[in-house]
């Protein structure tokens, strides 16, 4: 019996200590239920709890969202209806990142692209959907087309796939800084390989779950010297996401004001923190064409 596992804080809101500039964009999150609309996976590692899309709405309000990118999560594998619901239930701008099968069509890519679609994700940490063996024939359908490929995966699998992840043509967008654990600390050899991806110009990094990566909650601190390195390095392929509900977190779920308060720590000065949360987003997910 898979377990049900409490993922997002259904008590108050409360705002953080400091508000992200106008225009910024939630580039990692998810949808979930009801389970009788949506069936999940039989071959999920975990039953969510609900978690709507008027849901994810107060979190905009309250930390100033304006945009948001909606991500296929594990449970539903290749089935994005719930994905394509939600991004239609939010009255702000939305894009979505689905999951496919190696052999979808271009006649399929073309209707999630009409529909906001951008990218498609690959879970490498889980045996569900599109496996990692075939990032070179999804690249090869997704080069020539504005869609990227992302990434889920742990500090063994990004050295393991870093070749191949340099020689492939679409870009590439790294989910949760790869899961780098700030105690090993920057000269990690998974952490100099991210560094080394970064500077193809094609490779983009999440600054997001940094509860998954760092003890040091609310704010993160332990975070800041990778952030740093990230910016001298490609400032402009950096993305923030909250992750809300915050699947799969053993502890008690973050308060998604301080997640927002963390962020605008790490980055230095007001034109980086329009870069990444403004900025970057757009030029991806094409939110200004």
């Known amino acids: 019996m898979l377990s049900q596992i409490t993922q997002w804080r259904p008590g108050p809101l409360t705002r953080p200590r400091a508000l992200p500039p106008s225009g910024t964009t939630d580039c990692h999150f998810h949808v979930f239920g009801p389970a009788d609309r949506f069936p999940f996976s039989p071959e999920r590692k975990f039953t969510p709890e609900d978690a709507t899309s008027s849901d994810y709405l107060s979190i ?101 796939t870093e070749e191949t992840l340099r020689e492939l043509g679409c870009p590439i967008v790294i989910d949760h800084l790869a899961h780098i654990q700030c105690e090993k600390g920057i000269e990690q050899p998974a952490f100099k390989a991210l560094l080394r991806l970064m500077t193809t110009g094609r490779l983009w990094v999440k600054l997001s779950a940094p509860y998954h990566l760092s003890v040091h909650s609310p704010l993160y601190d332990d975070l800041r010297p990778f952030i740093s390195r990230l910016l001298d390095t490609r400032a402009d392929r950096l993305l923030w996401g909250s992750d809300w509900p915050f699947v799969n977190h053993n502890n008690a779920a973050p308060d998604p004001a301080d997640l927002m308060d963390a962020v605008l720590n790490w980055l230095p000065d007001e034109t980086t923190q329009r870069q990444v949360l403004v900025e970057n987003p757009a030029a991806l997910y094409g939110f200004n064409s």
């Open 60 to 160: 905009c309000r309250m930390l100033s969202i304006d945009r948001a990118v909606l991500v296929q999560p594990s449970v539903y594998a290749f089935d994005n209806h719930r994905l394509m619901s939600a991004a239609a239930e939010l009255p702000i701008p939305t894009r979505m990142v689905i999951m496919a099968p190696p052999e979808v069509s271009a006649q399929e890519l073309e209707v999630f692209w009409n529909q906001g679609a951008r990218g498609i994700r690959v879970i490498g940490t889980l045996p569900i959907g599109a496996p990692l063996s075939s990032l070179p024939e999804l690249a090869g359908k997704l080069h020539e087309r504005q869609w990227h490929i992302q990434l889920l995966l742990n500090p063994r699998l990004l050295i393991e």
